[in-house]
T-cell receptor, first 115, second 113 residues
Framework: DGGITQSPKYLFRKEGQNVTLSCEQNLNHDAMYWYRQDPGQGLRLIYY???????QKGDIAEGYSVSREKKESFPLTVTSAQKNPTAFYLC??????????????FGDGTRLSIL | RKEVEQDPGPFNVPEGATVAFNCTYSNSASQSFFWYRQDCRKEPKLLMS???SGNEDGRFTAQLNRASQYISLLIRDSKLSDSATYLC??????????????FGAGTRLAVHP
């Protein structure tokens, strides 16, 4: 079955530590996205990538970094510069804009908490 | 003003009821629209796209009113399993060249026996 896999489901970060969230998709989608969701709020875009080896900042990129070395993979690193990292992190993918406006499909998320 | 606004609810309805949610958007040039469903502590899942002429999928009907800049979702014959948060999602025209989606904060629905 095609889908998006995020790991781990739960992650705890110590002060001053960088942590990396994994996102892998086998939907053959060019575009991938990272969102953050806080209680009672809508999803906010952290980074997006339209194609391999290219990525752009979203609305709240400070304290985060990404890479896109393979089409299937779009890992997100939460750095120690992100002072309020506790949230639900969601990875998504879609067909590119050139195919028309497309919905995005989500992985099942990673919950990050501070120790 | 938020780009996408929804009544947070909760809407508490009995099984079998009909319930409707509205969502307003600020960008009049927005091109496409979706409803997603999100269960507690789970990822959002696409419920349906919203087409200009309105569309139906079983018990769910979506409508778009471009003049007033709102979309709606109607759920008929509510089931206990419909209990979830419903996210209104809009794709604005001027998205910087990528498939940008703007998510509302969601409307919570609780269906009770």
């Amino acid at each position: 079955d095609g889908g998006i896999t995020q790991s781990p489901k739960y992650l705890f970060r110590k002060e001053g530590q960088n942590v990396t969230l994994s996102c892998e998709q086998n939907l053959n989608h060019d575009a991938m996205y990272w969102y953050r969701q806080d209680p009672g709020q809508g999803l906010r875009l952290i980074y997006y990538s339209q194609i391999v080896n290219d990525f752009q900042k979203g609305d709240i990129a400070e304290g985060y970094s990404v890479s896109r070395e393979k089409k299937e993979s779009f890992p997100l690193t939460v750095t120690s510069a992100q002072k309020n990292p506790t949230a639900f992190y969601l990875c998504a993918s879609s067909l590119p804009l050139q195919t028309g406006n497309q919905p995005q499909h989500f992985g099942d998320g990673t919950r990050l908490s501070i120790l | 003003r938020k780009e996408v606004e929804q009544d947070p609810g909760p809407f508490n309805v009995p099984e079998g009821a009909t319930v409707a949610f509205n969502c307003t958007y600020s960008n009049s040039a927005s091109q496409s629209f979706f409803w997603y469903r999100q269960d507690c502590r789970k990822e959002p899942k696409l419920l349906m796209s919203v087409y200009s002429s309105g569309n139906e999928d079983g018990r769910f009907t979506a409508q778009l009113n471009r003049a007033s800049q709102y979309i709606s979702l109607l759920i008929r014959d509510s089931k206990l399993s419909d209990s979830a948060t419903y996210l209104c999602v809009v794709n604005p025209l001027f998205s910087g060249g990528y498939n940008k989606l703007i998510f509302g904060a969601g409307t919570r629905l609780a269906v009770h026996p």
